[in-house]
């Protein structure tokens, strides 16, 4: 590190838990983001004051005026431009010296796992069921910790799924793809400003600890929030021998 990083990130190395190398480890990290929106733009932006890397950002729709209540990497000079270059620019003005890969493309199949295999960190802040099993699956199969995180109304979930872990779920092992899920999005139903804040900053927290290797992750905990009250429930998860994603079942048919 220069002088200039040791200024930046002295508050992170006064730390006992991080230090030099922890913050080293924090420089050479890489974290995919996949959404620039309620929950991508704080968690995005912990993620490059903090200092890691390189982030990949993937967003594929356009800033509106009705993102702006909650979504604070952007602006609204912005409305109509991409997420991802509009998030770009925001991080760049934060620390210059974190890479920021924009991509406003809907990434799937091959293109997905492939940003997740380059990937040491992959947050879900998207907001769709669909997505959400995509980026499981990659994150499984490439075995890359996922940090995942839901914000509905005044309702914030947040957990992490580390398959590297024997005993750790995946996100299909508690909520399985076959199941039909009511499908709730923000973009038709309303979502108090913070959550989308206190669940973000969350999913940056844990992943700033997967890549610096401090501290214990939420992998098999799922937590969830409600805003009214500010009450929090912890439930223990395990992971489902007959997950048809990470389940042993499924290999041993073939
Ligand atoms: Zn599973």
Known sequence: MNDNQ???????????DIGIEGQERLLAGHALVIGAG??????????ASAGIGRITLVDNDTV??????????HTTERVGRPKAESGR??????NPEVEVIALAERVEGARLAELVSQA????DCSDNFATRHAVNRACVQHRVPLVSGAAIRFDGQI???DTRRDDAPCYA??????QQFEEVLCSTMGVFAPLVGIIGTMQAAEALKLVAGIGESLAGKLLLLDARSMEWN????????????????????S
């Open 64 to 73: 509106d005026l009705t993102n702006l209540q909650r979504q604070i990497l």
């Open 6 to 16: 040791l200024l930046r990130y002295s508050r992170h190395i006064l730390l006992d």
């Open 173 to 178: 092992c508690l909520f399985p793809p076959d």
């Open 38 to 47: 309620g929950l991508g733009s704080p968690a995005a932006f912990y993620l």
């Open 89 to 94: 620019q925001t991080l760049a003005g934060i």
């Open 120 to 123: 040491g960190v992959v947050l």
């Open 234 to 253: 912890s439930i223990r998860v395990g992971r489902s021998a007959s997950c048809p994603v990470c389940g042993h079942a499924h290999g041993e048919q």
């Open 159 to 161: 957990s992490v799924f």
